[in-house]
């Protein structure tokens, strides 16, 4: 028995009719984000968590925060969703090692030249081939593909319970200032990486449908992505 059959089996009938209310939101964010994840994620995976974040968010919603229950509800799915991918993540501790290396690279070599580095630049200060950084760009997509603006724990394997109550205005502002942050990090990248970084974060296209936009292909786009946020992170690192 799945996780959220379980869930459903032992909760009351309110709950089991609000997930029928609500199983197409869960199905149409499920769709939404497989299309920007690798192709191990599963979409089934996606939906039964999903699915115990639509309960969850029923257990917790309070009406007199000002919040429609469907936006409130989208926020707690998104989030169980992203969470079971997080914990689902068999990432090698190698690969997060080598993508803090290639950001330390970019910044030596940035702050010796006065000018943005390039890819074989990065390969030889890390005395790797090219053929080795491109792998390394693509591994770096992989590895972070949620909204850069959420803080990171050990590996940065980022932590989010969407069961919590809403931040302390301390933790608040902290992400404010984080955010303010990368904002001006992504604004020194090179115009391609910025408008990749656009397209994904901001207009939420997934890497096949940028590539068809900038007429490359999504391999290509998928090494782009990786190297804006290998420069993001040693702009960050700063």
């Known amino acids: 028995m799945s996780a959220a059959n379980e869930y459903l089996e032992h909760s009351g009938q309110d709950q089991r009719e609000l997930v029928l209310k609500h199983a197409e939101l869960v199905k149409r964010i499920a769709y939404h984000l497989v299309g920007r994840m690798p192709a191990s994620v599963d979409v089934d995976d996606l ?19 000002g919040a429609n229950f469907e936006t409130y509800a989208g926020i707690r799915i998104r ?42 630049d990065i390969a030889d200060e890390m005395n790797i081939s090219l053929d080795e950084y491109h792998q390394l760009q693509r591994d770096a997509t992989a590895c972070r593909l949620f909204s850069l603006d959420e803080p990171e724990g050990d590996d940065d394997m980022m932590s989010h319970d969407p069961a919590t109550d809403e931040p ?9 200032d ?30 096949r449908e940028i590539g068809e936009v900038l007429g490359v292909s999504e391999s290509r786009v998928c090494q782009i992505h990786g190297q804006a946020l290998i420069r993001v992170r040693a702009q960050l690192d700063e």
């Not at 939906?47 to 925060?65: C, E, K, M, S, Y």
């Not at 933790?171 to 404010?176: I, S």
């Not at 984080?178 to 990486?193: F, K, T, Y």
């Open 47 to 65: 939906i039964q968590a999903g699915t115990i974040g639509l309960l969850l968010a029923g257990r917790n919603f309070r009406p007199d925060q």
């Open 79 to 120: 989030g169980a969703m992203i969470d079971e991918v997080r914990r689902s993540d068999w990432t090698p501790r190698s690969v997060y090692r080598k993508i803090r290396e290639a950001s330390q690279a970019v910044k030596r070599i940035e702050n010796q030249t006065g000018t943005k580095a390039r890819d074989q």
């Open 168 to 176: 302390e205005p301390s933790d608040r502002l902290e992400q404010e």
């Open 178 to 207: 984080s955010r303010a942050l990368l904002v001006a990090a992504i604004e020194e990248l090179p115009e391609r990486e910025r408008l990749v970084m656009s397209l994904y974060y901001d207009e939420e296209l997934n890497l």
